[in-house]
């Protein structure tokens, strides 16, 4: 194709997909960007978004480390792309602010604590929080879902399958049971939904993507994020928990489908290798204690 001919069809194309779809591209089967053409976002900014401590990390690797305390950490994520700005999860509500006593989402089992909001983060660096065009939910459970109700301006982006999950008859797993009667709560309807079929190309670039990856719950989304200076970065999202989770396939108790989470660890894994990607993973605290934090940033 001739670059003159190329030049005048590009439009057209960009005309046709925000009619017929919004600016969101998703289409069933793969849309992952091709690594050599993929677009690029600006700015990768990690918030703090809590911390917590469990008292049994047999929960997390399942048959190991029977009534062992772990202490994991909850990172939102914050990207900056041309003139707009999206969020990746919500963390630990604000009113946990200070709270010696913590909140929690399985009481018997965790509690959460919150040294900064949300509000002041985003403040730190001239934003409000009506700036943020997109926040894009991970999952459903309520440390990643804690502050949607800060964002009434901003279109929530999350999988259908993980709507229609919260919403769904009680199974055997009471910890499951009791998850998704906080998510209904926390979520509420947010005013401006956007409800995906896997994955989703967000800004038609390739410079964001989120990627099915269902197994901890069943919408359960990454996000493939493309950089200029530090390449591909993927935000787990919990496909895994645990760096050594992701070396040994271990698969948590509260997951509500054992194989696709070992699918989604493996599918990851093959995008590592395809993107020579880096992998955050939110709760991993021995980890996120290395990435940066905002101000600071990833470009
Ligand atoms: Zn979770």
């Known amino acids: 194709m001739s670059k003159h001919t190329k030049a005048a069809i590009f439009p057209l194309l960009v005309a046709a997909s925000i009619l017929l779809d919004g600016p969101l591209t998703a289409t069933a089967g793969s849309t992952l960007p091709d690594p050599a053409r993929a677009g690029f976002a600006e700015k990768l900014y990690r ?35 041309g003139s707009e700005w999206l969020l990746w999860d919500t963390g630990v509500p604000q009113s946990t602010l200070n709270d010696p006593k913590g909140w929690s989402t399985l009481p018997k089992l965790i509690v959460y604590h919150l040294d900064r909001t949300i509000t002041d983060q985003l403040a730190a660096i001239g934003l409000k929080t009506d700036d943020i065009t997109y926040v894009a939910i ?4 309520g440390d990643h879902i804690g502050n949607v109700f800060l964002f009434p301006n901003s279109t929530f982006l999350m999988q259908r ?17 009791q998850l998704k009667a906080l998510a209904r709560k926390l979520l509420g309807t947010p005013n401006h939904l956007k409800l995906l079929e896997g994955d989703t190309d967000v800004f038609g670039d390739g410079s964001v993507t989120l990627v099915s990856t269902p197994g901890h719950t069943p919408g359960h989304q990454s996000l493939l994020v493309h950089l200029k200076n530090s390449g591909f970065i993927i935000l787990s999202g919990d496909v895994v928990h645990l760096k050594e989770n992701f070396e040994k396939n271990t698969v948590p108790s509260l997951n509500t489908d054992k194989a696709a989470s070992i699918a989604s660890m493996d599918r990851i894994r093959r995008m590592i290798a395809t993107y020579k990607a880096t992998l955050f993973i939110n709760h991993d605290k021995a980890q996120t204690d290395t990435l940066k934090l905002l101000p600071a940033f990833y470009d």
């Open 161 to 177: 399958a993980e709507y229609a999950w919260i919403s769904s008859p009680d199974g055997p797993n009471d910890n499951v049971n």
């Open 47 to 81: 918030l703090d978004c809590g911390h917590s401590l469990a008292n049994d990390e047999s929960v997390w690797t399942p048959g190991e480390n029977v009534g062992r305390n772990i202490a994991f950490s909850s990172t939102c994520w914050l990207i900056h792309r």
């Open 138 to 141: 991970s999952h459903t459970h």
